[in-house]
């Protein structure tokens, strides 16, 4: 299985405002997964993305693909003060059984 | 309601004490797996198991044991445990099937004095 970097470590934006965040990956994928962390709490699974779909919306989620850069931005439009959380991408490779890795995440911080 | 069910979800525990973190889910999920988390160091994979008596190594097995008699069961053991095994420790399942994704506990935080 292979890492995702996401970048930036940390951002801090004001409520209402978008946020975008952004995984890079060095091998080809079946898939790449989006996922969300509130502070010492289970990671939950926010959207799957395949590598024939270029982009992909769920809710105030919209996440793109570009598999020639290999990388991946999720975009949450209109963020509320409950959108800070981490976030971690899951690049999925397929074929090893040890499934998925998640690097260290975005610190996503709304300010009221 | 689908869910992965850990427990306890703190606890304290001295160096060498044998310990048992129990994990369930309700989803006949084939796939389960156990993650540590530490600041800095995200989350690193412990032990997988791809199905019933099925288990393999992660990227930081030395530790710790699992078993898998159940499906639906997948506990963590740590048969001595050491003060650099204090962390947030998680587990997840997944239908093996690509395409899903994994169902996470809530999180055990476990310190070792």
């Known amino acids: 299985s292979q890492q995702g970097e996401e970048d930036p470590q940390a951002l801090s934006i004001q409520e209402g405002e978008n946020a975008t965040m952004n995984c890079s990956y060095k091998?080809?994928?079946?898939?790449l997964q989006w996922y969300r962390q509130n502070s010492g709490r289970g990671l939950v699974h926010l959207i799957l993305?395949?590598?024939?779909?270029r982009e992909k919306h769920s809710g105030r989620l919209r996440v793109t693909l570009d598999t020639s850069k290999k990388s991946s931005s999720l975009l949450i439009t209109a963020s509320r003060a409950a959108d800070t959380a981490s976030y971690f991408c899951?690049?999925?490779?397929?074929?090893?059984?040890?499934?998925?890795?998640f690097g260290k995440g975005t610190h996503l911080i709304i300010q009221p | 309601e689908a869910q992965v069910t850990q427990n306890p979800r703190y606890l304290i525990t001295v160096t060498g004490k044998k310990l048992t973190v129990t994990c369930s889910q309700n989803?006949?999920?084939?796939?389960m797996s156990w993650y540590r988390q530490d600041p800095g160091l995200g989350l690193r994979q412990i032990y997988y198991?791809?199905?019933?008596?099925?288990?393999d190594k992660g990227d930081v097995p030395e530790g710790y044991k699992v078993s898998r008699k159940e499906k639906r069961n997948f506990p963590l053991i740590l048969e001595s445990p050491s003060p650099n095994q204090t962390s947030l420790y998680f587990c997840?399942?997944?239908?093996?099937?690509?395409?899903?994704?994994?169902?996470f506990g809530s999180g055990t935080r476990l310190t070792v004095v």
């Open positions: 997840a399942s997944s239908f093996w099937s690509e395409g899903y994704g994994y169902t």
């Open positions: 091998t080809s994928i079946n898939n």
């Open positions: 993305i395949r590598s024939n779909e």
């Open positions: 899951a690049p999925y490779s397929g074929g090893g059984a040890d499934g998925l890795t």
């Open positions: 989803m006949n999920h084939e796939y």
């Open positions: 198991s791809m199905n019933v008596e099925v288990t």
